[in-house]
């Protein structure tokens, strides 16, 4: 059935000058789930998006795509509709993983549905795929210091305090969604919401 393809994306920005920003933290964790599949990123031009297919969750694993829009943060909507159609993916079967600046840094939620939240990844998809009923694993970048944008600070790079501890949130982060994608929402947010 077509309802059994996961379809888990990451968002971010493209291109080396952004890789280590906040705003890249779901490029991040897209590159570990990828690891653990075995698999590599490949070009899936029809939807402007880079995607691995494989198996998560351990054995046997639950059939999932794993991808990363190519455009910008803010476009991101087309590539995800895109993914959706061409893998005959529904929404109720996305995973979207993005930076929330309202929770702390080393903090993760997952939910089902919701609000964009003022976060522009969101909003396109929201506008492209006509719903907002999708499953989202919000990675903790805590607020900007100061007086500085959230936009600014999203487009900085973690600190080097903050780097120390970042392959842990990716690791934990990554197992959340493998438990969201073989044990339900329930027993995930049990789990790792912190």
Not at 95 to 110: A, K, N, P, Q, S
Request: hydrophobic fraction near 35%; include cysteine.
């Amino acid at each position: 059935m077509a309802d059994d393809v996961w379809l888990v994306v990451g968002l971010g920005n493209p291109g080396p000058s952004y890789a280590g920003n906040r705003h890249n933290i779901g490029y991040m964790v897209v590159e570990e789930l990828v690891g653990r599949m075995g698999g590599k990123l490949k070009s899936a031009k029809q939807a402007q998006a880079d995607v691995a297919e494989g198996r998560l969750g351990g054995m046997p694993g639950v059939r999932a795509v794993v991808g990363r829009p190519r455009t910008y943060m803010n476009e991101s909507g087309g590539p995800v509709a895109g993914l959706l159609r061409f893998f005959k993916s529904s929404p109720a079967n996305l995973v979207v993983i993005h930076d929330e600046l309202d929770i702390g840094f080393d903090t993760m939620r997952t939910k089902f549905g919701g609000g964009d939240n003022g976060h522009n990844g969101l909003k396109s998809i929201r506008r492209s795929i006509d719903t907002g009923d999708f499953y989202r694993v919000r990675v903790g970048v805590g607020r900007p210091p100061g007086r500085q944008s959230p936009a600014d600070f999203v487009l900085d790079d973690f600190s080097s305090t903050e780097r120390k501890d970042l392959p842990f949130i990716i690791d934990r982060t990554a197992d959340a969604i493998e438990c969201l994608l073989t044990e339900g929402l329930e027993v995930t947010q049990g789990k790792y919401n912190s």
